[in-house]
Structures are given as structure tokens and as C-alpha cells.
């Protein structure tokens, strides 16, 4: 018996069925009192300072601003490798690495489990999608899969690294390289995957997307980063973005730029050069709470984390858990996920479903040429998946114990009711 499953369950018999007390959902107490977490981007008031250095600059907009340059320069730096140029967003510059590399042809390999606005691009771009499977153990791209598909057409391979997972794959980078296909990594969900993170090696690719939207490490409202070791990449930026620039001093025109104005916002930028002079705290903060919460829930039956909490250079941007509906007395599909994630939403922990179809079933020009069916692992984890979100500091390892608390809470009643569980609910 572990020390959080103890007197929670406390039934009554009234009218001749059960009743559970104690859980949130049926009337009692959120196990997490409103008001205990900190929810992302956990504003402080030095965020003013950054705001202010703007409004003291005089200046509100160009793409060489002196916080922006210097912003490029510190994340350089931080990578230990890369060139950096900032733009308008992680997906601007999904687009723009994708326009610099369409020449190499017109299909772009890529998971069927991603983020809807990580796959729009390949259609902005005017390339085609060519959709695989994911790897179980990495909710990433399975890598054989990927380098079957590699072959005359293939002009790239777009590998999403979702939750602060990083997706290696090096197979399916040595096969890419080896027929010529560029080698792309969307990190916007995992900031240091832009680090030697390889035993001590840094992935092998041509360029990483990443965002600094308010959701992610850098929390910075709109802004996203080119980084690749191309300088051509970096000039192709403008060539993309602006119509006209005096990046370098007098302004030109550039007849052949698509004009599409991605530039960063120096309000955004400015508070993510703040963040990330903490950012290796931040990450380390958000790794052991992970690692806490883990620890805490790993004796649950059923319940299975998507990768290793333990890995010491994953970003555990959100915390991703899956379960076996069978281990729990369900069937397959999402009811059982779907009703853990009610019962601990309403004990107060932040979990969510982040997606429930294959990312083309969200794109309306190219739903009816996939089929779900097709890709029975994504399926799998999109049927049975969650997150828990607010691991990030200023949250600390009490505010993990009562998610903890909350997880026995709710697995304490499932082993006591099962599937039946669903019929208690909704006769409340
Ligand atoms: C957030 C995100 C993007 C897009 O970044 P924005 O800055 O919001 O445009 C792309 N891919 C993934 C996996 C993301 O999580």
C-alpha cells in the first residue's frame, strides 16, 4: 500500500449504490486547492525591465535591433555550434527551412503524430507530406519506416521533436544523408535538443525550427528561430521575410522575396533574452520535477511515461504518460483515457489531451488520402495519451506530490470500480 492511496476511498451506501466521496469529480475536495500552481509563462515583474529596455531603445521594430542581434548571439552560444537568426515564429521557421531546401524535391517524409502547424508549412512551401508511423518508445518518427520511404523525390525529412522528448533517429539521418534528403528537426518543443545532446554529440541536420511562442521554455509570446550551421540558410531568411531590409545598413530591395514579413517581435525577443540567461535552471527545474512526479507514480498499474524522465537532456517541456486501458479493466480506444483525464482534471491537476487524430485528419486538403488506420501506433498513443502541463518552476517538488496524490486518488477508485467508473460519473 502506498502512502497516498490511505483514506481517500470513503464510501458510503446510500439508496442502495455506492457513492464515492472523496473524489473531486463526485463532490469532494480538489486534491490541488485553486491557486497552488503557477501555470506557464509564470509572469514576473522583472519581465517589465525586459519590456522597458525596449521603450528605452526608441525603437519598436527592425530585424537587426541591438536586443535581437544580441539575442541571435546568446542563443548561438548557448547551442555551442549553431548560427541563429530570429523570426516571427517556430512555424515561419519551419517555412523557411523547408522553401531553402524544396529544390531537392517535392515530398517531405514526416510523422503522422505532430502538430498540426508543424506539417502546415510543407503545403505553404507547395510540397507534398509523406506521412509515417511513429516509434512506441519515442512518440517520435520510427526511422525505418522514415528511410523506407527515402527515394528519388524525397526532398526532406521533417523530424518533430514533441514534449521535450529528442527524437535521435540516427539511422534515418544517415540514410537521408546518404541519398541527399535534407535533414530537418522541429525542436520548438524541445529547446535542448539545440545542444549536444547525443553522447555528447549534436544531432545530425541541416537545420532546427524552434519557437519562442508563450507556451514553450522561452516563453516569450511570438517568436521563432532559424538554426543551422548554413550561412546560406540564414541569408535565404530575408529572402523569404522581408521585402525590403537595411539589415545591413542602406535598405534594399529584393524583387524575389516572398514577402511574407516573419520578423521578431523585439518586445517577445527582449523578454527571451532574459529567459534564457535561466534557462539552464529552468530545464533542470522542469527535468526533476518530471523525474519527482515519476517516481512518485511509476507503481501505478497501467500507466507508462513516453520517454525516460531519468534522461538527463530531455526538456520535459509538458510531461507526456500513457496508459493500458486492458491493464485497467477497459477495452481499447480513448474512454479510459478520456475518464482518468476528467477525474484528474477535476482533482486539480493541469492534464490535458493535446491531440486526438493523425495530424492529417486536422489539414482538410489532405485528410482523405490518410488513413488512420494505417498508423496503428500513432493511433495507440493518440487513444491513450495525456500531459501533465505546469512542471516548470516556480513549481517545485510540493506541488508534484499533490499531483501525485491526486494520480493515487483517482487510481484508488478505478481498481475499486473499473470501467464502471464512466456510470458513477455521469449519474452524479
Ligand atoms: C509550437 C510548435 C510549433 C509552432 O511554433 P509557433 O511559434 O507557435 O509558430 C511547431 N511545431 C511544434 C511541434 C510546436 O510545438
Redesign the pocket.
Known amino acids: 500500500m502506498n502512502e497516498f492511496a490511505s483514506n481517500n476511498l470513503d464510501l458510503c451506501e446510500s439508496g442502495g449504490h455506492q457513492r464515492e466521496r472523496d473524489l473531486a469529480l463526485l463532490g469532494g475536495e480538489p486534491t490541488v486547492p485553486s491557486g497552488r500552481i503557477t501555470p506557464w509563462p509564470a509572469t514576473q515583474t522583472e519581465h517589465l525591465d525586459a519590456l522597458r529596455e525596449v521603450v528605452d531603445s526608441g525603437k519598436y521594430h527592425r530585424v537587426n535591433h541591438p536586443i535581437v542581434a544580441d539575442l541571435e548571439q546568446d542563443l548561438a552560444t548557448w547551442t555551442g555550434k549553431w548560427k541563429v537568426r530570429a523570426v516571427g515564429?517556430?512555424?515561419?521557421a519551419?517555412h523557411i527551412e523547408l522553401d531553402y531546401f524544396k529544390g531537392r524535391g517535392e515530398q517531405v517524409v514526416t510523422a503522422a503524430l505532430n502538430?498540426p502547424?508543424?506539417v502546415g508549412p510543407i503545403a505553404i512551401s507547395g510540397l507534398q507530406p509523406d506521412f509515417v508511423d511513429v516509434d512506441m518508445n519515442l512518440a517520435g518518427i520510427d526511422q525505418d519506416a522514415a528511410a523506407d520511404r527515402f527515394g528519388p523525390g524525397v526532398g526532406a525529412v521533417l523530424i518533430?521533436h514533441?514534449f521535450g522528448n529528442n527524437i535521435r533517429v540516427p539511422d534515418a539521418r544517415s540514410a537521408a544523408r546518404a541519398e541527399g534528403i535534407a535533414v530537418i528537426d522541429?525542436v520548438?518543443?524541445s529547446i535542448g535538443a539545440i545542444k549536444a545532446i547525443a553522447n555528447g554529440a549534436y544531432i545530425d541536420t541541416d537545420a532546427l525550427?524552434l519557437?519562442?511562442?508563450g507556451?514553450?521554455h522561452l516563453g516569450a509570446g511570438?517568436?521563432?528561430f532559424v538554426i543551422t550551421e548554413d550561412k546560406d540558410l540564414i541569408e535565404h531568411v530575408d529572402c523569404v521575410s522581408l521585402t525590403s531590409s537595411s539589415r545591413n545598413g542602406d535598405r534594399t530591395f529584393s524583387p524575389s522575396s516572398a514577402g511574407y514579413n516573419y520578423r521578431p517581435n523585439v518586445f517577445s525577443s527582449s523578454i527571451a533574452k532574459m529567459r534564457l540567461s535561466n534557462l539552464e535552471t529552468q530545464l533542470q527545474i522542469r527535468r526533476n520535477n518530471g523525474k519527482i512526479l515519476w517516481e512518485m507514480i511509476r507503481d501505478l498499474s497501467g500507466i507508462f511515461p513516453l520517454f525516460d524522465p531519468s534522461d538527463c537532456n530531455q526538456s520535459m517541456l509538458s510531461f507526456p504518460l500513457r496508459i493500458e486501458p486492458e491493464a485497467l479493466g477497459f477495452g481499447p480506444g480513448p474512454t479510459a483515457r478520456d475518464t482518468i483525464v476528467k477525474l484528474l482534471q477535476a482533482e486539480g491537476v493541469p492534464v490535458l489531451i493535446w491531440l486526438r487524430k493523425p495530424v492529417f485528419e486536422y489539414l482538410p486538403n489532405i485528410a482523405k488520402d490518410w488513413k488512420a488506420a494505417d498508423f496503428p501506433n500513432t493511433v495507440k498513443l493518440l487513444d491513450t495519451m495525456f500531459c501533465v502541463s505546469e512542471i516548470a518552476p516556480p513549481n517545485e517538488a510540493g506541488v508534484m506530490e499533490l499531483y501525485a496524490e491526486a494520480f493515487h486518488r483517482v487510481w484508488t477508485a478505478l481498481s475499486k470500480f473499473g470501467p464502471k467508473i464512466s456510470d458513477i460519473m455521469t449519474t452524479v
Do not use: H, P, R
Request: aromatic share 4%; charged share 15%; with cysteine.
Open positions: 515564429s517556430g512555424t515561419a519551419i502538430w502547424g508543424a518533430t514533441l522541429d520548438c518543443q525550427a519557437s519562442g511562442n507556451a514553450k511570438e517568436l521563432g
